[in-house]
């Protein structure tokens, strides 16, 4: 069977049905499948981070997942996370204002780790912040904006 | 970087594995949490013609208390294992360590099979399976058998398990009465793979004095690395600073055997040794001996 196989998934809530090959990776399915491109793609082997979404809620690696094992799961990219272009997720907005990034590669990958990591400590110290964001590498800003944003994003969503 | 083609299984029962994995040989690979099996396939290190995926199979993910040992699942998720309560309880050590295994984001998909199997010097868990005397069960088509943590990691990424083999359940005995436990370590950064690491534990007796003693390496040779004759030295005495000393010295200078890389000269990583021995000695005697 490494024919294409069919699944079907919910990504950003919405449900897609396609046939993949099975060495196909997630990160592959999403961008170049559904044309999803805001899930980066560094590294792919587990390092740099840039590929973090949610699956089933949980922040994970999609260059580290083929696509035919989210069948039937539920996926969350960086473009399910603000409803319109006028209205972004309040961490979004925090990375905005406190200046976050610099080229935008690594932050669709940030934002994905933090979502779930400021659910679980909704007041967190630097200190944990900086923990949280050892899995995601950044190599323009020296993370200071970065730390500052999620601080200020645990704030915003208190 | 794309992995070469394969074909895909994704059994939802361990018997279905087991069959899959006896009919399809040796060209077959397990798929775990793979997130050391999907690097290796992304560089085309790893090329198996046939992909079983165990991530359907829930008969192999949970955490189970017993009368005398905890029984995990090999698809427990290390996720699981870091905030599971019959863990922290049963199995400090181990609790204490598994924060230390990559980021969360690996640890949610990470699973506590893939990475025995795997076997990585550098790894947490072979390290602290050792320490706390864990069992393997292992199963193929036919049969089943057990094997001791000690006998299971034969050598650098290599396990006792043979091809036919699945990994199904791991047994870890409940820490014994008055033994305290820590685990330190070494990383350039939070998550990375540790230049030097230890875990120890250390059983008192009535009297105060060192029952047994445990003191168990990674990334201090092919695989997880006991150090046995060290801890001799403090087997049957009050525990004190000179035979901590004594014992951190000879653990160190002669019973580990690292091979330095690129982050630490051998060297380096012997002085680590030296150091987070004398603290984990330290602060497991502490702890023992808060909980008599
Ligand atoms: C960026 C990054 C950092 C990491 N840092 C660390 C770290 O600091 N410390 C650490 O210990 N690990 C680290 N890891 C590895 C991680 O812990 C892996 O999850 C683990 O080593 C492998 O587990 P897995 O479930 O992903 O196994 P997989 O990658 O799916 O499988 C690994 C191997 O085991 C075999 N296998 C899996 N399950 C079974 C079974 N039940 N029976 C028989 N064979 C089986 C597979 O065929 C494969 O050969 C890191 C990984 C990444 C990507
Ligand atoms: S592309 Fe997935 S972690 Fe780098
Ligand atoms: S902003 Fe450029 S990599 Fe982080």
Redesign the pocket.
């Known amino acids: 069977m490494t024919q294409p196989i069919s699944i079907t998934l919910t990504v950003n809530e919405q449900e897609y049905t396609r046939e993949v090959e099975p060495r196909m990776l997630l990160s592959d399915f999403l961008r170049h499948e559904l044309g999803l491109t805001g899930t980066h793609v560094g590294c792919e082997?587990?390092?740099c981070g840039a590929c973090t979404i949610l699956f089933d809620g949980e922040s994970m690696?999609s260059c580290?997942i083929f696509a035919v094992q989210a069948d039937g799961h539920a996926i969350t990219t960086v473009e399910g996370l603000a409803k319109d272009k006028d209205n972004l997720h309040p961490l979004q907005q925090s990375f905005w204002e406190a200046h976050g990034l610099q080229c935008g590669y690594c932050t669709p990958g940030i934002l994905m780790s933090m979502i779930p990591f400021l659910k679980q400590n909704p007041d967190p110290t630097e200190e944990e912040i900086r923990h949280a964001l050892s899995?995601n590498l950044c190599r323009c800003t020296g993370y200071q904006h970065i730390v500052d944003a999620v601080k200020l994003a645990s704030e915003k969503m208190k | 970087m794309k992995p070469a083609p394969f074909e895909y299984h994704a059994p939802v029962s361990l018997e279905q594995a087991l069959e899959l994995k006896a009919q399809s040989g040796e060209d077959a690979?397990?798929?775990?949490?793979?997130?050391?099996?999907?690097?290796?396939m992304n560089f085309r290190v790893?090329q198996?013609g046939v992909l079983i995926d165990?991530n359907r199979v829930s008969e192999?993910s949970y955490i189970r208390e017993e009368k005398k040992a905890i029984r995990v699942g090999?698809?427990a998720?290390?996720r699981h294992l870091e905030f599971d309560p019959v863990i922290e309880k049963r199995a400090p050590l181990l609790h204490e360590a598994v924060p230390?295994?990559?980021?969360p984001q690996?640890?949610n998909?990470?699973?506590?099979?893939?990475?025995?199997?795997?076997?990585?010097p550098?790894?947490?868990?072979?390290v602290l399976m050792l320490a706390l005397n864990a069992r393997m069960k292992?199963k193929n088509i036919s049969r089943e058998r057990w094997i001791e943590a000690k006998d299971f990691f034969v050598g650098m990424f290599t396990?006792a398990?043979e091809p036919d083999?699945?990994?199904?359940e791991i047994e870890i005995p409940f820490m014994p009465p008055r033994a305290g436990w820590s685990f330190m370590e070494v990383?350039p950064r939070a998550?990375?793979?540790?230049l030097m690491g230890v875990a120890a534990q250390v059983t008192l007796d009535e009297a105060g004095k060192c029952k047994e003693a445990r003191l168990v390496y990674?990334n201090a040779g092919e695989g997880p690395l006991e150090a046995r004759e060290a801890t001799q030295l403090l087997e049957g005495e009050p525990p004190n600073d000179i035979l901590i000393e004594e014992t951190a010295a000879l653990a160190s200078e002669k019973e580990i055997n690292p091979f330095g890389n690129v982050h630490a000269s051998a060297e380096f990583q012997r002085h680590l040794a030296k150091v987070l021995t004398k603290r984990t000695l330290q602060q497991a005697i502490q702890r023992a001996g808060e909980l008599q």
Do not use: C, N, W
Not at chain 2, 100 to 103: D, M, N, R, T, V
Not at chain 2, 165 to 168: G, M, N, Q, R
């Open positions: 082997h587990g390092v690696r580290l899995g | 690979k397990l798929l775990a949490g793979g997130q050391s099996l999907v690097p290796a790893v198996p165990l192999l090999a698809m998720r290390e230390f295994i990559a980021h690996i640890r998909r990470g699973t506590i099979g893939g990475s025995l199997v795997h076997a990585d550098a790894a947490e868990l072979p292992a396990t398990l083999e699945i990994l199904v990383a998550g990375d793979y540790a990674l």
